[in-house]
């Protein structure tokens, strides 16, 4: 039986997330539809929002597809596109028109290169994951967001890519998909960070494929590759690949092979208050009133 990875394991390059995500930029957009339509859900959701902002951030726009509608939503906010990786920002330049500009900063959502309480809203579509310290990430945000700021955001959950994890797992031991937290995990930290009145809730969508190399394809198309510090350091032999293949079929169902992704859409508010202390009308919601993976839905 294969040992299982451990948590070093799991661990994230940033320059090798950057270096992945520059080689997928050209042919992002093709395969990423997952991405566009968790992107729309989220997009529609500030429709609940009453907050009219100045300054928003896009962490981690990739091509733009959201700082373009964040511009075309709030069309006298000034919109900041942020990514690791240069060459996305170069095709999210190309999502601009005259009416509908955005900034574009290549930079680290761990090390936020905005001042302290400059910005009124972060908007993050399925990039957290990329990232291996939430904490830290969630105290940026904070930090960067004035009182009474949101950041709203979504990032995979656990299950994601479950079938293919399994399959791997009948194979070796190493590392071959992402380590993805929870979404109870992911209100804590925000709490840990200062955020209050944090909404977490989770979806689950369903995409097929005919083959299993059908998702690698589209995994490798945009960007999602295998970054892991305890990633097999060899290519993979055709034997190998046969068994995971093998094993991946067992979960065949109506003739094509499930891919589960579970998102968890989350939001949080920079508090008005100072620390210990608490605004007029101003409630905290603990994380554990939140009931596990309430309200997921699956769709096709």
Same mark, same amino acid.
């Given at each position: 039986?294969? /040992?299982?990875? @451990?948590?070093?394991?799991?661990?994230?390059?940033?320059?090798?997330?950057?270096?992945?995500?520059?080689?997928?930029?050209?042919?992002?957009?093709?395969? %990423?539809?997952?991405?566009?339509?968790?992107?729309?859900?989220?997009?529609?959701?500030? =429709?609940?929002?009453?907050?009219?902002?100045?300054?928003?951030?896009?962490?981690?726009?990739?091509?733009?597809? !959201?700082?373009?509608?964040?511009?075309?939503? #709030?069309?006298?906010?000034?919109?900041? %596109?942020?990514?690791?990786?240069?060459?996305?920002?170069?095709? %999210?330049?190309?999502?601009?028109?005259?009416? /509908?500009?955005?900034?574009? +900063?290549?930079?680290? !959502?761990?090390?936020?290169?905005?001042?302290?309480?400059? +910005?009124?809203?972060?908007?993050?579509?399925?990039?957290?994951? $990329?990232?291996?310290?939430?904490?830290?990430?969630?105290?940026?945000?904070?930090?960067?967001?004035?009182?009474?700021?949101?950041?709203?955001?979504?990032?995979?959950?656990? =299950?994601?890519?479950?079938?293919?994890?399994? *399959? $791997?797992? *009948?194979?070796?031991?190493?590392?071959?998909?992402?380590?993805?937290?929870?979404?109870? &995990?992911?209100?804590?930290?925000?709490? /840990?960070? @200062?955020?209050?009145?944090?909404?977490?809730?989770?979806?689950?969508?369903?995409?097929? #494929?005919?083959?299993?190399?059908?998702?690698?394809? &589209?995994?490798?198309?945009?960007?999602?590759?295998?970054?892991? !510090?305890?990633?097999?350091?060899?290519?993979?032999?055709?034997?190998?690949?046969?068994?995971?293949?093998? %094993? #991946?079929?067992?979960?065949?169902?109506?003739?094509?092979?499930?891919?589960?992704?579970?998102?968890? #859409?989350?939001?949080? $508010?920079?508090?008005?208050?100072?620390?210990? /202390?608490?605004?007029?009308?101003?409630? +905290?919601?603990?994380?554990?009133?939140?009931?596990?993976?309430?309200?997921?839905?699956?769709?096709?």
């Amino acid at each position: 039986m294969s /040992r299982a990875p @451990g948590p070093q394991e799991f661990r994230l390059d940033p320059r090798q997330v950057r270096r992945s995500f520059d080689r997928a930029a050209n042919e992002y957009d093709e395969s %990423a539809v997952l991405q566009e339509r968790v992107r729309l859900e989220l997009l529609e959701r500030l =429709d609940l929002l009453r907050i009219d902002p100045t300054v928003i951030v896009d962490l981690g726009a990739g091509t733009g597809g !959201a700082s373009r509608e964040l511009k075309r939503r #709030y069309r006298a906010s000034r919109v900041v %596109a942020v990514d690791i990786a240069t060459a996305m920002l170069r095709r %999210a330049s190309r999502r601009q028109s005259l009416l /509908r500009r955005f900034d574009l +900063v290549c930079g680290d !959502a761990a090390a936020l290169p905005f001042r302290d309480g400059s +910005v009124d809203m972060v908007f993050s579509n399925l990039a957290l994951h $990329w990232s291996d310290d939430p904490d830290q990430v969630f105290a940026e945000c904070r930090r960067v967001l004035g009182p009474g700021g949101v950041l709203t955001f979504t990032t995979y959950g656990p =299950d994601t890519l479950v079938e293919l994890r399994r *399959a $791997w797992a *009948a194979v070796d031991g190493h590392a071959h998909v992402n380590h993805f937290i929870d979404m109870h &995990d992911l209100g804590d930290a925000l709490v /840990r960070a @200062g955020f209050t009145e944090p909404v977490m809730d989770v979806e689950r969508y369903t995409l097929t #494929y005919e083959q299993v190399i059908g998702l690698m394809r &589209d995994l490798k198309a945009i960007g999602a590759r295998n970054v892991n !510090a305890g990633r097999p350091r060899s290519l993979t032999g055709k034997g190998a690949l046969a068994r995971m293949t093998a %094993a #991946y079929e067992r979960c065949r169902t109506d003739g094509s092979l499930p891919a589960t992704f579970e998102v968890v #859409y989350g939001q949080a $508010w920079r508090p008005f208050s100072t620390p210990g /202390r608490r605004a007029p009308g101003e409630t +905290v919601v603990p994380v554990s009133g939140i009931g596990r993976r309430k309200g997921e839905a699956e769709s096709d």
